[in-house]
């Protein structure tokens, strides 16, 4: 806002100093002669100097092509123009002047031509105009779109640029910019035919059209929003049956084998919102392979990595299609000494729920796991994990007792989780130094384990 002031205050200066003039002229030399005139005069410049009433808070443009601008509440945008050509009233007086005055009033006029070249060149230094593009283009200062620092704020220019080229530019005064210039953003699709709100709860009616939708359409957009759509509605009980009943399971499912990974996600967040229901898991058993292959071959810590391994959990929480995930037991150990924090809290949960079904205990404890897997019995990992990874613990050491897998450990390899989890006994020393842990739930498990030993 400096130049704008600076432009404000020449102006200012423009008009009462030519007014001071003509008060000097008009009281000492020309009162008798032109009062009428000077009575006509001072009727106009009330209107021409002035230019437009003044509201607080209204827009003003200053100066022909300065682009300074004014910012406020109000709607009202008064334009007022500082220059001879745009000032009737002012021109009119020294036009008239220079006819019945002498020599005060043209040294008037040549200050007045003066000060108003000056205020002109100063306040247009630093005016520009905006390129003529069809692209929206994002300013290099704001952040990019999807960013945590902000959203998308793009910048537009187009045909109304052209208009504009006579004095009228928006934007603030400012010098030539040694910025580099705006990148150009990807737009994915402006609009689209979608006739619900992601957030709508439908009727069966409005589903049917949903799936119709999602079943026809090759557009990434509209099947990411009617995914998102659908796995909303899964939420509720009446339209898990209701997405079934219309044959919903297939057309989502059929999805897991597109390569955009957005998608698969919203396919995963869809499907396990739907598996709650023990009719449909039935229904999506035998997609169950596909997602648990997908899963593992996918970015580690992903967001599809993690929606992939949400609806094997939920599938596995009973143990009717357990037996279809037992080829990757070895992955799935894998994954927990590789993944981040997230990730090895939802491997951990999925891995206990096989180590709740007995029968699938010899498969579990015969499989190969890292030895880097007793590094998660570690005070330094948080209350969750280490209440996660005691837990699975517990389970395997329950299970062997009770299916009596410890008097045959010759039929297990020295890689195999039988022998870490019960014949090294590095994870009961990791444990015991667990008893003295500062959190007090997992002090209590600690000793609930160790009192099952």
């Given at each position: 806002m400096g130049r704008t002031r600076e432009a404000g205050c020449v102006a200012a200066g423009v008009v009462i100093g030519a007014g001071a003039c003509y008060c000097v002229y008009r009281l000492a030399w020309g009162r008798d002669e032109n009062e009428k005139i000077w009575d006509e005069d001072e009727e106009s410049t009330d209107t021409s100097e002035i230019g437009v009433e003044t509201v607080k808070g209204a827009k003003t443009n200053v100066g022909a092509g300065s682009g300074a601008k004014l910012q406020g509440d109000s709607k009202v945008k008064p334009e007022v123009n500082l220059g001879l050509e745009d000032c009737p009233?002012?021109?009119?007086?020294a036009h008239s002047g220079?006819?019945?005055?002498?020599?005060?009033?043209?040294?008037?006029k040549a200050l007045f031509n003066t000060l108003k070249e000056q205020a002109s060149?100063?306040?247009?230094?630093?005016?520009?105009?905006g390129t003529i593009t069809g692209n929206r283009t994002l300013a290099p200062s704001l952040p990019c779109p999807g960013?945590?620092?902000?959203?998308?704020?793009p910048t537009r220019s187009g045909s109304r640029a052209g208009g504009r080229a006579s004095g009228k530019s928006k934007g603030k005064a400012r010098s030539k910019s040694t910025r580099a210039p705006a990148t150009t953003w990807p737009v994915r699709r402006g609009k689209f035919n979608f006739p619900y709100k992601i957030d709508d709860i439908l009727s069966a009616p409005d589903l049917q059209k949903v799936l119709n939708i999602l079943e026809r359409t090759n557009d990434p957009f509209i099947q990411e929003v009617a995914l998102v759509t659908l796995g909303n509605n899964a939420a509720y009980s009446f339209n898990q049956n209701a997405i079934?009943?219309?044959?919903?399971?297939?057309?989502i499912a059929k999805l897991i084998k597109t390569k955009d990974p957005i998608i698969r996600e919203k396919t995963y967040n869809a499907l396990n919102n739907l598996s709650v229901n023990a009719?449909?898991?039935?229904?999506?058993?035998?997609y169950i392979s596909q997602v648990c292959d997908d899963t593992m071959v996918c970015r580690l810590d992903s967001a599809v990595q993690m929606a992939g391994l949400r609806l094997l959990t939920n599938m596995t929480v009973t143990n009717h299609y357990q037996h279809l995930l037992s080829y990757s037991f070895p992955d799935f150990f894998a994954l927990l000494f590789l993944g981040n924090h997230f990730t090895k809290i939802q491997i951990m949960k999925l891995i206990i729920n096989f180590t709740e079904n007995p029968a699938m205990t010899r498969e579990l404890v015969s499989c190969k796991v890292p030895s880097e897997l007793i590094s998660l019995f570690n005070k330094e990992w948080d209350r969750e994990i280490l209440l996660n990874i005691l837990t699975l613990f517990e389970n395997i050491?329950?299970?062997?007792?009770?299916?009596?897998?410890?008097?045959?450990?010759?039929?297990?390899s020295r890689s195999s989780l039988f022998f870490l989890f019960k014949e090294s006994g590095v994870c009961v020393k990791k444990i015991k130094a667990l008893a003295n842990h500062n959190d007090l739930v997992v002090k209590v498990k600690v000793l609930k384990v160790l009192t099952k030993l």
């Open positions: 009233g002012v021109k009119e007086k220079s006819h019945r005055g002498g020599g005060l009033e043209a040294k008037a060149a100063k306040a247009g230094k630093g005016a520009r105009m960013g945590r620092g902000g959203g998308c704020h079934r009943e219309l044959g919903g399971v297939p057309i009719e449909n898991q039935g229904k999506i058993k035998t050491n329950d299970n062997i007792k009770n299916e009596g897998l410890a008097s045959s450990r010759k039929e297990f």
